[in-house]
């Protein structure tokens, strides 16, 4: 097991469905957070106890991590929440959509990681354990249909988590990847483009996020659909 209290953990995506709900567990298990997202308002309204650096992760990824690590006083584990979805057949794609998921998706979270690792180096000399987490979803496993883009960012960044989860896994850096199915947080609402089909009823958000908060306490290395 690895203990949360205490736990400098940098949560990004916080206002999200997934991502509050995580944060408010690692808050309760005594975790130091600070949380990111775009709107301030919506931070402030999460109402934890925690340090809040509002940024959109299309530009400031690595400056998220320096001040999350500046504020914290170090890092022992990164959580990315964050994320877009768009809908709608592969033929149909605008360039714009595209590129705003590869961003959000795939490309932040990999710039943020490899911010992190340095200060997360540390932690492991420290013999704190750290640990970066991410939540490609099923997607990533199973490409579905009218998801094209959507699975091929969550697909990439599934990808960069297992390389560099080798490359870092003899240094005492856990890279956890979740990927549950369908969850219950309204981000199909949100889509930047397209408009969801009928969905069945998807995964309950606090028990997906409870799953999660338990796989970073108990030492897990992955977290295939099938565990959720
Ligand atoms: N819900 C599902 O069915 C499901 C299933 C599998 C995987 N996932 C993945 O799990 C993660 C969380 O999903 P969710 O359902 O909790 O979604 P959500 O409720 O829509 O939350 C998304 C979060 O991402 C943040 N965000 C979006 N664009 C951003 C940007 N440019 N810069 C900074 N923050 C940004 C949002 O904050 P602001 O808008 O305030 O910036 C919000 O905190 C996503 O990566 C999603 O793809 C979800």
Do not use: C, Q, W
Not at 4 to 23: E, F, Q
Not at 45 to 65: C, F, G, K, M, Y
Not at 90 to 113: G, K, M, R, W
């Amino acid at each position: 097991m690895t203990e949360l209290r205490g736990k400098r953990i940098l949560v990004v995506g916080a206002t999200g469905g997934l991502g509050s709900r995580i944060a408010r567990r690692l808050s309760e298990a005594g975790a130091v957070l600070a949380l990111s997202a775009r709107d301030v308002d919506r931070l402030d309204a999460l109402d934890l106890a925690a340090e809040t650096i509002p940024a959109d992760l299309h530009r400031e990824s690595a400056a998220v991590v320096a001040e999350a690590e500046r504020r914290l006083g170090g890092l022992d584990a990164v959580v990315i929440a964050s994320g877009v979805v768009a809908f709608g057949p592969a033929s149909e794609l605008e360039p714009e959509t595209v590129a705003d998921l590869f961003a959000v998706n795939a490309a932040s979270p990999i710039e943020l990681i490899t911010a992190a690792l340095p200060a997360l180096s540390r932690s492991a000399e420290e013999g704190r354990e750290p640990a970066v987490v991410t939540i490609s979803g099923i997607v990533a496993e199973a490409p579905t249909a009218g998801l094209a883009a959507y699975s091929a960012s969550k697909a990439a960044l599934a990808a960069f988590m297992v390389a560099a989860g080798r490359e870092n896994r003899r240094a005492g850096i856990r890279l956890l990847d979740a990927r549950p199915g369908h969850t219950e947080t309204g981000l199909v609402t949100r889509a930047i483009a397209g408009t969801a089909p009928a969905f069945p009823a998807g995964h309950d958000a606090d028990h997906v996020a409870g799953v999660i908060v338990d796989a970073i306490a108990s030492g897990a290395r992955d977290l295939p659909s099938s565990a959720f």
